[in-house]
């Protein structure tokens, strides 16, 4: 086993944990598994999983102050809903991005599963936007892309990351069950 995966998995799944609780902890704990997974994913050739590493660094710095200081008058963020057109420029943006990636990954790489990795990787960075939000749609779509990532992530032979996204989708359903649960009452739950 490779002890990047290892530490990765870890720290990957206590700061999903903590994100379904709206703990402000997941995002420094997220930083781990980030750099973690960075080296993982190129030893592996998944190279959009390896850069949207990249992009989790960055949004998880971003997440962890707007949690604390973006909501109304500087306080704590509430979770809300998509509008009707966000969910649509958000399916657009993902397939568009999807392709494009895809595309440069296959004519210019040696990655593995171009298509797939791409499609799920620009999935995850709008997941992750909305994460960063706390809007709630951001658990749905981390449900749909857990389930072919774990397939992914299997066929790779990263049995340890298999597992790890199988326990994400979990997460996510809970996730999302609680954060429904913060909308309907006055405080967040903790």
């Known amino acids: 086993m490779n002890t990047y995966e290892i530490v990765g998995a870890i720290t990957g799944l206590l700061c999903v944990w903590l994100a379904a609780r709206q703990n402000v902890w997941t995002w420094p704990i997220a930083l781990i598994s980030v750099a973690c997974y960075f080296i993982f ?23 962890w102050y707007e949690w604390l200081y973006g909501g109304k008058n500087k306080l704590e963020l509430p979770v809300t809903r998509l509008q009707p057109k966000q969910i649509g420029l958000v399916v657009v943006t993902g397939i568009i991005t999807s392709v494009l990636m895809a595309l440069y990954f296959q004519s210019f790489t040696d990655a593995s599963y171009p298509w797939l990795d791409s499609i799920l990787a620009a999935f995850s960075v709008l997941a992750q936007i909305l994460l960063t939000r706390k809007k709630i749609e951001n658990w ?3 449900l749909l892309v857990d389930i072919f990532y774990v397939g992914l ?14 326990i994400f989708l979990i997460i996510a359903a809970q996730g999302y069950w609680e954060w429904r649960k913060s909308m309907r009452s006055p405080e967040p739950v903790v």
């Open 41 to 63: 994913f190129y030893e592996i050739q998944l190279y959009a999983d390896m850069w949207l590493q990249v992009f989790f660094l960055g949004s998880n710095l971003y997440g």
């Open 140 to 142: 749905i779509i981390w």
């Open 153 to 166: 992530y299997w066929k790779k032979e990263a049995h340890l990351t298999a597992g790890l996204y199988f």
